[in-house]
T-cell receptor, first 114, second 114 residues
Framework: DGGITQSPKYLFRKEGQNVTLSCEQN?????MYWYRQDPGQGLRLIYY???????QKGDIAEGYSVSREKKESFPLTVTSAQKNPTAFYLC?????????????FGPGTRLTVL | SQQGEEDPQALSIQEGENATMNCSYK?????LQWYRQNSGRGLVHLIL?????REKHSGRLRVTLDTSKKSSSLLITASRAADTASYFC??????????????FGAGTTVTVRA
């Protein structure tokens, strides 16, 4: 099956801990994205990558870090510097970085800080 | 930055009725996309309309775009219980921009009553 997967589905973190969210795609897409969604709100872009070994900050990158060492993988680390990390995190990919392409979304990871 | 804003925030209709929601945006665009999100899941792409198009159909979906008013509408005809979801519009950056990001609105939550 082709698609985009995220793991884990639920993640609990103690304050002060870093956690890494996984995102993998087998669609052979060049571009990948991380979004944050808070209750009743739309998606806010954290980081995006248009090609392997390159990524750019989105609108709310502070307290987050990413890497893009492989085309299929775009992990997101939520660091202790992120003051309010409890949210629903969505990963997406598209054929390339052009906005004429649809984005394919993973099922999401719900992160809760205890 | 979030450019698209959906209206209304929430909509409740009877099965078989039509549902209409609107999206307004601030700056000119190349494309506008509509996505659906079932509760707790990732987003699914519905339709993309280009700035030089005025109307587009896909099954029971009809999307219009009025660039002079900077607005778009999504019509779902003959609604079904399975249409219960949140619907988001996503706009891209103005033509000529090097910005390849999409901006999502806060969404319209549609509930279809049996």
């Amino acid at each position: 099956d082709g698609g985009i997967t995220q793991s884990p589905k639920y993640l609990f973190r103690k304050e002060g801990q870093n956690v890494t969210l996984s995102c993998e795609q087998n669609l052979n897409h060049d571009a990948m994205y991380w979004y944050r969604q808070d209750p009743g709100q739309g998606l806010r872009l954290i980081y995006y990558s248009q090609i392997v070994n390159d990524f750019q900050k989105g609108d709310i990158a502070e307290g987050y870090s990413v890497s893009r060492e492989k085309k299929e993988s775009f992990p997101l680390t939520v660091t202790s510097a992120q003051k309010n990390p409890t949210a629903f995190y969505l990963c997406a990919s598209s054929l390339d970085g052009g906005t004429h392409n649809e984005q394919f979304f993973g099922p999401g990871t719900r992160l809760t800080v205890l | 930055s979030q450019q698209g804003e959906e209206d209304p925030q929430a909509l409740s209709i009877q099965e078989g009725e039509n549902a209409t929601m609107n999206c307004s945006y601030k700056t000119s665009i190349n494309n506008l996309q509509w996505y659906r999100q079932n509760s707790g899941r990732g987003l699914v792409h519905l339709i993309l309309i280009r700035s030089n198009e005025r109307e587009k159909h896909s099954g029971r979906l009809r999307v219009t775009l009025d660039t002079s008013k900077k607005s778009s509408s999504l019509l779902i005809t003959a609604s079904r219980a399975a249409d219960t979801a949140s619907y988001f519009c996503a706009t891209d950056a103005p033509p000529g921009s090097n910005d390849y990001k999409l901006s999502f609105g806060a969404g319209t939550t549609v509930t279809v009553r049996a």
